[in-house]
């Protein structure tokens, strides 16, 4: 009997050492449980925004007559020559190109409406530029018939983009872990404001001896109007403000250009006298303009909620 007490003593002795032994290391090795991540929650890119753009332009002028008797004049007293008789060096189909390069600067404003992750939107964009290029055109007709005398044209063609503008259709798709990139193309029309301007002189020499000369200076200033399309990545940078990245090609087109100005005429076919005489003139060229863009940007975003 008591051997089978002190069993029961010693069992439970060893019962609430365990259980202490347990309690204790409880209390040394506290355990934690982890917080729920936090939500991250995408971008929205519905909204209105408006920003302003930085870039560069280059632009290709091809220039060619409509016509064969491209000049035409307004006599004064009869001096000045009829366009019928002025020599072909000055009207050709092709009278060449040249290469305008420059800078640009301006705005744009426009909304988006997003839709998962597809983004529709509209934009109108309006730059000022230097953008400017111009080449020249020379040819000598030989005497006809021979020893009478030569024909010298000389051309100048010059253009000018005081500043273009757009308004086009975006389409885009947001990636990016919260949505916050942008990739769009755009399409659209676009318009021009050009400066064209066109020098030319054609001297006529008699054995040897210059003894006439024709020269005008023509201009011409309008809008000009095509279509353009375009493409671009835009990146959230906080709630409100994004960057972009953008290039745009603006197709305008060949179209018939009247240019109009004064021309002169000299003669010293008296060989002692000198008569000036001035008139008016006019020609229709031909222009195909191509513009290229590429712009930076930033926009604020009026909608845009992370």
């Not at 355990?31 to 909204?47: C, E």
């Not at 992750?117 to 005497?143: A, C, D, M, Y």
């Amino acid at each position: 009997m008591r051997n089978r007490v002190l069993g029961l003593l010693a069992v439970s002795a060893l019962g609430v050492g365990f259980v202490q032994a347990s309690f204790a290391a409880d209390l040394q090795k506290p355990t934690y449980k982890a917080p729920p991540p936090p939500v991250v929650l995408p971008y929205n890119w519905t909204g209105f925004y408006a920003g302003i753009h930085i870039g560069g332009a280059r632009a290709r002028e091809q220039w060619g007559d409509t016509s064969s008797d491209c000049i035409h004049l307004s006599p004064v007293d009869g001096r000045l020559p009829d366009p019928t008789t002025l020599p072909q060096v000055l009207c050709a189909s092709d009278l060449r190109s040249h290469t305008d390069k420059g800078t640009l600067g301006g705005a744009q404003a426009g909304y988006n409406l997003q839709n998962g992750i597809w983004v529709f939107g509209i934009e109108g964009q309006f730059s000022f530029s230097n953008l400017k290029g111009n080449h020249g055109r020379t040819q000598i007709i030989p005497p006809q018939p021979p020893g009478l005398g030569q024909v010298e044209g000389i051309q100048q063609f010059a253009t000018k983009v005081q500043d273009f503008g757009m308004i086009a259709a975006r389409f885009g798709v947001v990636a990016g872990d919260r949505g916050n990139t942008l990739l769009f193309v755009k399409g659209g029309a676009a318009f021009a404001d050009d400066r064209f301007t066109a020098d030319y002189s054609a001297t006529l020499g008699a054995l040897g001896l210059a003894n006439q000369s024709t020269s005008a200076s023509l201009t011409h200033s309008g809008i000009r109007w095509g279509y353009v399309v375009g493409a671009g990545f835009e990146h959230m940078l906080d709630q409100n403000w994004s960057v972009k990245i953008e290039y745009d090609f603006l197709g305008l087109g060949k179209k018939n250009t009247t240019l109009a100005g004064t021309a002169t005429a000299d003669d010293h076919t008296c060989f002692q006298c000198v008569g000036h005489y001035v008139g008016t003139a006019s020609r229709t060229i031909a222009i195909d303009q191509q513009i290229h863009l590429l712009m930076l940007g930033v926009n604020y975003h009026l909608g845009a909620q992370p």
